[in-house]
Antibody, heavy 119, light 110 residues
Framework: QVQLQESGPGLVKPSQTLSLTCSVS??????????WSWIRQHPGKGLEWIGY???????YYNPSLKSRVTISADTSKNQFSLKLSSVTAADTAVYYC???????????WGQGILVTVSS | QSALTQPPSVSGSPGQSVTISCTGT?????????VSWYQQPPGTAPKLLIY???NRPSGVPDRFSGSKSGNTASLTISGLQAEDEADYYC??????????FGGGTKLTVL
């Protein structure tokens, strides 16, 4: 059974970089054709796709966030990470990591982590 | 404003059927079949219900079904149960826009 767990600071100051890590257990992020994805949900709002890193290392980002987003992987730790730069209050959200066997089809999700952007 | 339009809310009584629509355009929903549906009870992560328009992952009851006609995809829940009360989201992948979600629909079981 694949499990994903987000970790990182719950509070980030405006203009700084949000950094989150997703730890994966029950499967290797470097094997199989999976898209390791990040999705966020603003408080009381809908879902927003951030991007993914493919098992091969290629990435694809939401065009609206592309200039500020970096997704990377550390296969030795079986983790993948999200960095979002120059954050504002509008980036306050619950951030989820997920596994997708097909782009946009997320079959396993982390529990989510609330990140608040505030001074 | 979401790229895919869902009704804000739907409701039904136990045992009834409800359908949630997800409307796009001929350039997205009308042209691509990478439609997924997710269920999100309050305070929990989304759960995949349907992928590629009408496929159910193992473990999802066959009360949940998906379809598509023209520019609208639909999720039908038959034999409504109290535990089905949740938010439901559609998503679509296109190779020029990536993944977009609908605005979500709150299902109330009366």
């Amino acid at each position: 059974q694949v499990q994903l767990q987000e970790s990182g600071p719950g509070l980030v100051k405006p203009s700084q970089t949000l950094s989150l890590t997703c730890s994966v257990s029950g499967g290797s992020i470097s094997s199989g054709g999976y898209y390791w994805s990040w999705i966020r949900q603003h408080p009381g709002k809908g879902l927003e796709w951030i991007g993914y890193i493919y098992y091969s290392g290629s990435t694809y980002y939401n065009p609206s966030l592309k200039s500020r987003v970096t997704i990377s992987a550390d296969t030795s730790k079986n983790q993948f990470s999200l960095k979002l730069s120059s954050v504002t209050a509008a980036d306050t959200a619950v951030y989820y990591c997920a596994r997708a066997p097909l782009i946009g089809t997320c079959d396993y999700w982390g529990q989510g982590i609330l990140v608040t952007v505030s001074s | 404003q979401s790229a895919l339009t869902q009704p804000p809310s739907v409701s039904g009584s136990p045992g009834q059927s409800v359908t949630i629509s997800c409307t796009g355009t001929s350039s997205d929903v009308g042209s691509y079949n990478r439609v997924s549906w997710y269920q999100q009870p309050p305070g929990t992560a989304p759960k995949l219900l349907i992928y590629e328009v009408n496929n159910r992952p193992s473990g999802v009851p066959d009360r949940f079904s998906g379809s598509k006609s023209g520019n609208t995809a639909s999720l039908t829940i038959s034999g409504l149960q109290a535990e089905d009360e949740a938010d439901y989201y559609c998503s679509l992948y296109t190779n020029n826009r990536g993944v977009v979600f609908g605005g979500g629909t709150k299902l109330t079981v009366l």
